[in-house]
């Protein structure tokens, strides 16, 4: 008996997450910035590394692979996660700091090399942002020199040294979260008016 033929309907696409995976990271990665460059208070940043950054940019993530964008799923669910690790290891640190559960060089040290593993994935996410385009790119490209320097402020702050490389990474991550609200705003603003008010840029690869 012959099978009967089936037809596929497509499901109405999601709109677009970019644009709020995008703000969620940019807002996050501005607070904690501003206290790595020392003029916004500590720890305001971790709800919305839990909320905005984390839970708001994972879902982003989420109805990405919905909108079949492989490149946009990985990022956004990855650096939701990433907002909401970071957020959850302040609080256990901060928690167990009275009961010797942190020793301050391993806190730093610690820090140090979670940046390193997301500078790792960072750098195949920034090649893969060149087909993209530009305004993505640049995201990846401040965010990759952030985590690194960031990165070499940690393990310079777990031998004694002083705040210097920290705060140079601080206004590095300002930088990074500046070119993220850009491209979340494009993202909006384009999306309502129709047309292009704010460009991105072509892909600086296209073949």
């Known amino acids: ?25 940019a807002l ?4 904690l910035s501003g206290h790595n460059a020392s003029f916004i208070p500590d720890l ?43 957020g959850i290891f302040v609080v256990l640190a901060e928690t167990t700091k009275f009961v010797g559960g942190f020793a301050g060089g391993d806190l730093t040290s610690s820090l140090a090399w979670f940046l390193v593993a997301f500078a790792i994935f960072n750098l195949y996410m920034l090649i893969g ?13 401040t965010l990759q020199v952030t985590e690194i320097v960031l990165a070499i402020a940690y393990f310079n702050l777990s031998h004694g040294g ?18 993220a609200w850009y491209a979340s705003a494009a993202g909006v603003i384009n999306g309502v008016a129709g047309k ?11 073949s």
């Open 44 to 86: 305001i940043w971790v709800g919305p590394a839990l909320f905005y950054g984390g839970t708001a940019q994972l879902l982003a993530g989420m109805w990405e692979f919905r909108n079949r964008n492989v490149f946009g799923a990985t990022a956004f669910s990855t650096y939701g996660a990433f907002w909401m690790s970071l």
């Open 129 to 141: 942002s060149m087909r993209v385009n530009k305004a993505v790119f640049l995201v990846f490209l």
């Open 162 to 179: 002083t705040q210097w490389w920290l705060h140079f990474g601080g206004w590095l991550g300002i930088l990074t979260a500046a070119v």
């Open 196 to 206: 292009v008010v704010f460009p991105v840029g072509k892909p600086i690869i296209t």
């Open 28 to 31: 996050t990665t501005f607070l």
């Open 1 to 25: 008996m012959a099978a009967a033929n089936v037809q596929v309907v497509e499901a109405t696409p999601a709109a677009d997450p970019a644009p709020l995976g995008l703000a969620g990271f």
